[in-house]
């Protein structure tokens, strides 16, 4: 089980972002009609939802669309309305302290993620996030200092709205602060429930619980895993120790000996870095976000990679979770 994380830096919308899509098109397209063409929504519609809650999405959508061909299937796919479901684990909180932080471990399989780090100025704004779905974000950070995280929601309910990484791009790329963040977050629908950490320079934090059967919930939370307040999908839930996560979590954030560095070091080891990689919720990297200096490291057990707004370093790195679950403490073993 081995992954290429690969950084790409392409301010405006071009070869870079085609090869992208070139490389990975094949396997999403094969997702996106997983349930069959008649299963997702017409380009029209498509476009109506878009135009109706991120109008200024709209050109950049279109450029993309037409940098992947203009095909029907993949204008669909790259509007990420009502796409088929996915499921992932996760846990991220933000440290509030003076030297303020978002810390985030992305459990997934390891043969399903992109594990491209792209820094883009799309739209004017400067943006280094973790993609996904090709032009979506799982976590990034934007110029301005904000920071933005997704984890899975921990529900079954599959609704009437859009894929959650589409939301934190159009976050990134058109807000500031956590409170412009907090008002897409409630007014944007999302096709499956999420909670999104969401961070700014001055450290003010919000965490969104979203579902597409209920409005959503924000509040002044720094903890997110895989529930909602309460555990409804019990199954999910052990299997990704959500509960036990949060906990620790907080514990972590209440100790008054606990230090920033501390904190981030706790991503890297049990009971919040994951070695689920058979079944799919495997720590695949630990992203460690610093909105002041516009910094942020990804990180493994056994090394680090640094990327900034000042000094971006196009590349690969080749992660093998084979040698990670080898080193597993015991009683953590697959």
């Known amino acids: 089980m081995k992954l290429t994380f690969e950084a790409i830096a392409e301010d405006e919308p071009g070869p870079r972002w085609q090869a992208h899509f070139e490389k990975h098109w094949s396997a999403y397209r094969e997702w996106f009609?997983?349930?069959?063409?008649?299963?997702?929504?017409?380009?029209?519609?498509?476009?109506?939802?878009?135009?109706?809650?991120?109008?200024?999405?709209?050109?950049?959508?279109?450029?993309?669309?037409?940098?992947?061909?203009?095909?029907?299937?993949?204008a669909r796919f790259l509007s990420l309305f009502?796409?088929?479901?996915?499921?992932?684990?996760?846990?991220?909180?933000?440290?509030?302290?003076?030297?303020?932080?978002?810390?985030?471990?992305?459990?997934?399989?390891?043969?399903?993620?992109?594990?491209?780090?792209?820094?883009?100025?799309?739209?004017?704004?400067?943006?280094?996030?973790?993609?996904?779905?090709?032009?979506?974000?799982?976590?990034?950070?934007?110029?301005?200092?904000?920071?933005?995280?997704?984890?899975f929601g921990g529900r079954r309910?599959?609704?009437?709205?859009?894929?959650?990484?589409?939301?934190?791009?159009?976050?990134?790329?058109?807000?500031?602060?956590?409170?412009?963040?907090?008002?897409?977050?409630?007014?944007?629908?999302?096709?499956?429930?999420?909670?999104v950490t969401v961070l700014d320079a001055t450290g003010s934090f919000r965490t969104a619980f979203l579902s597409p059967d209920r409005p959503?919930?924000?509040?002044?939370?720094?903890?997110?895993?895989?529930?909602?307040?309460?555990?409804?999908?019990?199954?999910?839930?052990?299997?990704?120790?959500?509960?036990?996560?949060?906990?620790?979590?907080?514990?972590?954030?209440?100790?008054?000996?606990?230090?920033?560095e501390g904190m981030v070091e706790s991503f890297l080891s049990p009971p919040l870095y994951s070695y689920g990689y058979k079944r799919g919720f495997g720590t695949l990297y630990t992203a460690v976000y610093r909105p002041d200096p516009g910094v942020v490291d990804y990180r493994w057990p056994d090394h680090n990679w640094r990327q900034s707004f000042e000094h971006f370093t196009e590349g690969t790195r080749v992660v093998n979770f084979v040698r990670l679950v080898d080193q597993t403490p015991p009683g953590h073993a697959e």
């Not at 309460?230 to 979590?249: D, K």
């Open 33 to 74: 009609l997983s349930e069959g063409d008649e299963a997702r929504p017409s380009y029209r519609a498509c476009v109506r939802r878009l135009r109706e809650f991120m109008p200024e999405l709209l050109p950049l959508y279109e450029r993309l669309s037409e940098l992947a061909g203009g095909g029907d299937v993949a």
């Open 82 to 151: 009502r796409p088929p479901p996915y499921l992932s684990g996760c846990s991220q909180a933000v440290w509030p302290g003076d030297q303020h932080l978002l810390v985030r471990n992305y459990d997934y399989a390891p043969s399903l993620c992109e594990g491209t780090m792209l820094s883009t100025a799309w739209t004017g704004r400067r943006v280094i996030a973790m993609s996904d779905c090709l032009w979506g974000v799982l976590d990034g950070m934007n110029d301005a200092g904000l920071v933005v995280s997704l984890t």
């Open 216 to 260: 959503a919930e924000i509040r002044q939370f720094p903890i997110a895993t895989n529930h909602q307040g309460r555990i409804e999908w019990h199954q999910h839930a052990r299997a990704t120790a959500s509960l036990e996560r949060e906990r620790f979590l907080f514990f972590r954030l209440a100790d008054t000996e606990e230090t920033a």
């Open 157 to 195: 309910v599959i609704g009437d709205g859009f894929g959650v990484p589409l939301v934190l791009r159009y976050i990134l790329e058109f807000c500031e602060r956590t409170e412009e963040a907090a008002d897409v977050l409630a007014r944007v629908p999302t096709h499956m429930a999420y909670n």
